[in-house]
């Protein structure tokens, strides 16, 4: 994995990263390899960490970066870093491949995801970002309790808030609050321009 | 606190927390004030952090088969409207659906009657993308100079018939005659490659006639399965194949 995906934490390898995807934007395929040997590890993280399942979470992921060859020419560096777009791209379909399957199911496994809130060790096990994993671990713990466990469960396990009240026996406005303050915090602690 | 206030409801957003309806509701106030927007982008990019974290290696083949897929996927045009909005899908499906019949009579003698299948997902708009380029690797499969097919009876008077590309690397299950699986289960397919299965897609429990992509690249795999699973298919099988079909060498 290239030093590259330390983006978040090294902004100088940034413009890298957004020079690539303009050529993308172009149909350049050799940038469009470059863009995937860069973000092809967190996406199929982001995506392993909500579904859970590997076969699903790379077919999810395939579609993400496919996703990101087809809407490269409409992104728009000044509404955000490719980075972010992508990751949120990663984010957005790996819940909603869980939501689906939820709905389509109609299956209740609530129990299985209320029985504990996961530590962001078991969510994140194979993880080869070590810094960044360091710097998000270092900043998860300035959250309290509630705030951790909200962001956690909604982020890396892909819960509504309203699941995650549910699995955190809260009111819905004290988890809407949370997950808001709770990622202010994270954002100000990771010191995260938009 | 109950509060319904909007504005608190940018970290739920920014974490993908909010139900559609919800979202839609927010993004609407979001285009009117600005503050929320701001801090909303930059709850999101707090977000992508924790996306950062959690880096899983992809398999190799991953990689050969998104480099492979890019090369026949169109990319949109910069702005303006989405070219392959919902309002476009209907028409293309249905011009689509009757090319890949003609392509399935060919390769497939004396089935009849496939029709499209529509993958079913909450967003339309992906519904349509996905749709399309479903149809297009459909009938790329079809079309393949390398296609070969194989088709089998698979009981209760239904026939299946699998058309495989090797240089593709994907194959297309039609099936004329399926009975509709009972209690509102669906029919999984599956790969099988020594006595491993893995998931390709589901089928829709509502048509005895249909046309189906394989999920993901074949691989290498040596047949191809369908299984009775509870609705929203399984992980790994829960009952015994109704049907393996070895793919043609």
């Keep these: 994995m290239r030093e590259a995906v330390h983006i978040g934490r090294n902004p100088s390898s940034e413009p890298d990263l957004q020079e690539l995807v303009g050529r993308v934007a172009l149909g350049d395929e050799e940038a469009f390899a470059a863009v995937y040997d860069v973000v092809a590890g967190p996406v199929l993280g982001v995506a392993r960490a909500v579904l859970r399942d590997q076969a699903q979470s790379e077919e999810v992921a395939q579609e993400v970066l496919v996703e990101v060859w087809r809407t490269a020419p409409r992104f728009r560096a000044d509404r955000g870093t490719a980075i972010n777009w992508i990751l949120t791209l990663a984010h957005r379909r790996a819940v909603d491949r869980v939501r689906s399957v939820e709905a389509a199911a109609a299956r209740d496994h609530k129990a299985a995801l209320l029985d504990r809130t996961p530590e962001f060790d078991e969510v994140t096990e194979q993880v080869e970002a070590r810094l960044e994993r360091e710097q998000v671990r270092r900043c998860l713990r300035t959250l309290t309790e509630i705030q951790r466990q909200a962001v956690t469960l909604a982020y890396y396990r892909g819960l509504t808030y309203r699941q995650t009240a549910e699995a955190l026996t809260l009111p819905l406005g004290t988890v809407k609050t949370r997950l808001r303050d709770g990622l202010i915090r994270l954002r100000d602690c990771l010191g995260v321009t938009a | ?249």
């Design chain 2, 1 to 249: 606190m109950t509060t319904t206030d909007p504005h608190h409801l940018t970290g739920a957003y920014a974490l993908h927390a909010l139900p559609e309806e919800e979202r839609d509701a927010f993004e609407r106030h979001l285009s009117a004030c600005d503050p929320c927007a701001r801090e909303t982008a930059e709850l999101s990019a707090t977000a992508a952090r924790l996306g950062l974290a959690t880096v899983v290696t992809p398999p190799p083949a991953m990689r050969e088969r998104v480099l492979r897929r890019v090369t026949t996927v169109r990319q949109q045009s910069p702005g303006g409207p989405d070219p392959l909005g919902p309002a476009r899908a209907r028409p293309r499906g249905r011009r689509l659906s009757q090319w890949a019949l003609a392509a399935c009579l060919a390769a497939a003698a004396a089935l009849g009657g496939a029709v499209w299948q529509y993958e079913r997902a909450e967003d339309a708009l992906r519904d349509a993308r996905r749709a399309e380029r479903a149809a297009d690797e459909i009938a790329a499969v079809l079309a393949s100079p390398d296609a070969r097919t194989r088709t089998a009876a698979l009981g209760d008077g239904s026939t299946g018939t699998v058309v495989v590309s090797r240089s593709r690397d994907r194959a297309v299950f039609v099936v004329s005659g399926m009975p509709r699986p009972p209690g509102g289960k669906v029919y999984q397919l599956w790969f099988e490659d020594g006595g491993t299965m893995r998931s390709a897609g589901l089928m829709d429990p509502g048509r005895t006639d249909q046309t189906v992509l394989l999920r993901g690249a074949v691989d290498g795999a040596a047949r191809m399965g369908v299984t009775l699973e509870p609705p929203g298919g399984s992980a790994q099988p829960t009952s015994a194949p109704l049907a393996l079909l070895a793919f043609p060498a």
